[in-house]
């Protein structure tokens, strides 16, 4: 697996998996560049995506497998912060499954937690492979999309979407239709924080799932926000949340 690895020098660990679409790069530039040098940083590039824009994504699994032998290897075997946001909160519940690795505080921002939605996995199917096609034959208006939604940094967004092959994608979607929820125990529940836009889709499924599955865990709402929005739209002051409960 391909990861960045910063401030080795220092003990406290902060693990940040990226959302579809995004990068290492991206982690580092919007979040690990704004808490400040005194963490470590692991940020791996999911398949698909980043330094690994030529492999196959297959599953959130063997994502999980992945970072977690890179954790091994570099004998880490505690986090002080794990993060996932959207596909990377999806590959975030499966690494919670490796109980050798010991993560005090663990954030999930516009993680999907539907299960056997086998409708919604069929139309969002559709509508990602037309959109993929268009982007495809078309990077200025795929940009214009992407930078509408997240900023100007976003025409990076919108090239890997373009790059990535069509496995990847709905493999990708599969997974955030079919999520596997671990069992957790109370205590690892309460280290357990889900974030959503008020705006966004997957809030739906927090709303049904978290009671039932996770009645311990703290659900926050980040007003007026869509899917993943607060991250750019207001950097400053959610990276000062991230840091808080670093700290905390």
Not at 38 to 60: C, F, M, N
Not at 74 to 86: C, F, K, Q, R, V
Not at 151 to 158: D, H, T, Y
């Amino acid at each position: 697996m391909k990861a960045l690895d910063l401030n080795s020098e220092n003990k406290k660990t902060v693990l940040l998996i990226h959302p579809m679409l995004s990068s290492a790069d991206g982690m580092k530039i919007n979040i690990a560049d704004n808490l400040g040098d005194d963490l470590r940083y692991i940020i791996p590039d999911l398949s698909a995506h980043g330094e690994s824009i030529d492999k196959t994504y297959h599953s959130s699994k063997e994502e999980a497998r992945a970072i977690y032998e890179h954790l091994k290897a570099l004998n880490i075997s505690e986090l002080d912060l794990a993060y996932g946001a959207s596909l990377g909160g999806v590959v975030l519940l499966q690494l919670l499954d490796y109980k050798d690795i010991r993560i005090n505080k663990a954030i999930f921002e516009g993680c999907s937690l539907w299960q056997n939605s086998w409708i919604q996995e069929f139309f969002i199917k559709k509508v990602f492979i037309k959109k993929h096609r268009k982007a495809v034959e078309n990077r200025e208006l795929a940009v214009k999309k992407m930078t509408k939604l997240y900023g100007e940094k976003a025409s990076v967004m919108a090239d890997t979407f373009i790059a990535m092959n069509e496995e990847s994608i709905l493999n990708i979607i599969h997974d955030c239709a079919f999520v596997e929820l671990p069992a957790l125990t109370e205590a690892e529940q309460r280290k357990c924080l889900f974030t959503y836009g008020s705006k966004e889709f997957d809030l739906k499924s927090a709303k049904k799932f978290l009671p039932k599955n996770y009645p311990h865990a703290i659900l926050k709402l980040w007003d007026g926000y869509g899917h993943c929005t607060k991250i750019t739209r207001d950097n400053a002051a959610y990276c000062d949340f991230i840091r808080k409960e670093i700290d905390s």
